[in-house]
T-cell receptor, first 112, second 111 residues
Framework: GENVEQHPSTLSVQEGDSAVIKCTYS??????FPWYKQELGKRPQLIID?????GEKKDQRIAVTLNKTAKHFSLHITETQPEDSAVYFC???????????FGAGTRLFVKA | SQTIHQWPATLVQPVGSPLSLECTVE??????LYWYRQAAGRGLQLLFY??????ISSEVPQNLSASRPQDRQFILSSKKLLLSDSGFYLC??????????FGEGSRLTVL
């Protein structure tokens, strides 16, 4: 089955700097890669996603890149702000279409 | 609009006691339904998913079970809880191959 690995587990940046979180997946049939943000004590919420027919997608300060050959995908947050502090999860959904498998999460701290 | 309700929000149970967590979705028909568990400081582990009434797929061997008695109702159960069952349980739904929407979660502490 699908396995998703996520690095780093913790990331601390200064306000205004960029943050990059990287994930790898194992199932070459996976075709959908969402990113979720979870604030303390709250439910995860989708912030951006990318499908396997696209290499890059951007939404304001957030961008995601996908390298299908290497089975890597990454989240880039530019001009970080204290409210970006949260746990971020990458995920992959396999070719069967119903199972979304998550990485272990990255705890991002943005220092003011 | 679609909403998802999950309860109870918090639960403290002794080892060996039963468990029932309930989740309902409103505003959609035939959703895909999921149960995830998040252990402290850990990722989201898929426990069960269902693509229709009475159809349950289990992802990990454990003493938990799931049922879908109605189209928009998903229940997570256990006959006898273990200490290792403690965690944050999240119900989620999706429409077809779309985005996952999570409930607010149920925090279970087994003592």
């Amino acid at each position: 089955g699908e396995n998703v690995e996520q690095h780093p587990s913790t990331l601390s940046v200064q306000e205004g700097d960029s943050a990059v979180i990287k994930c790898t997946y194992s199932d070459s049939a996976s075709n959908y890669f969402p990113w979720y943000k979870q604030e303390l004590g709250k439910r995860p919420q989708l912030i951006i996603d990318i499908r396997s027919n696209v290499g890059e997608k951007k939404d304001q300060r957030i961008a995601v890149t996908l390298n299908k050959t290497a089975k890597h995908f990454s989240l880039h947050i530019t001009e970080t702000q204290p409210e970006d502090s949260a746990v971020y999860f990458c995920a992959a959904r396999g070719g069967g279409g119903f199972k979304t498998i998550f990485g272990a999460g990255t705890r991002l701290f943005v220092k003011a | 609009s679609q909403t998802i309700h999950q309860w109870p929000a918090t639960l403290v149970q002794p080892v060996g006691s039963p468990l029932s967590l309930e989740c309902t979705v409103e505003g959609t028909s035939n959703p895909n339904l999921y149960w995830y568990r998040q252990a402290a400081g850990r990722g989201l582990q898929l426990l069960f998913y269902s693509v229709g009434i009475g159809q349950i797929s289990s992802e990990v061997p454990q003493n938990l079970s799931a049922s879908r008695p109605q189209d928009r109702q998903f229940i997570l159960s256990s006959k006898k809880l273990l200490l290792s069952d403690s965690g944050f349980y999240l119900c989620a739904w999706s429409e077809g191959l779309g985005e996952l929407f999570f409930g607010e979660g149920s925090r279970l502490t087994v003592l």
